[in-house]
């Protein structure tokens, strides 16, 4: 099993920063993707940023210049950087982790981190 767990959500006036954490623990072998998702009161959970697997960057585009996502593979970390933070970025942010298994792949979820900013 795998356990995915974010962390730094807050509250934020718009301009601000905020940097998100997500650790994977126990048992990570196999997993080859981390990203970030979000999900906002009444819509749909949306993919804000994500590794390709050449190793480079994707994100919305209404994140694109603000948002940064990196990895610490030592650490089975990643991170998403937030700046220049707008109203609309709020919602609760999720961190995903996909494992490969023999036959398919699993998806795990964090409890998601809530990110409020003010106007």
Known sequence: QVEVVESGGGLV????SLRL???????????????????APGKQREL???FTSGGSTNYIDSVKGRFTISRDNAKNT???????LKPE??????????????????????????VTVSS
């Open 48 to 50: 804000v940023a994500a």
């Open 89 to 114: 970025d709020t919602a609760v942010y999720y961190c995903h982790a996909r494992k490969r298994g023999m036959f398919t792949n699993y998806d795990y979820w964090g409890q998601g981190t809530q």
């Open 78 to 84: 990643v991170y998403l950087q937030m700046n220049s």
């Open 13 to 16: 006036q718009a301009g601000g």
């Open 21 to 39: 954490s997500c650790a994977a623990s126990g048992s990570i072998s196999g997993i080859n993707t981390m990203d970030w998702y979000r999900q």
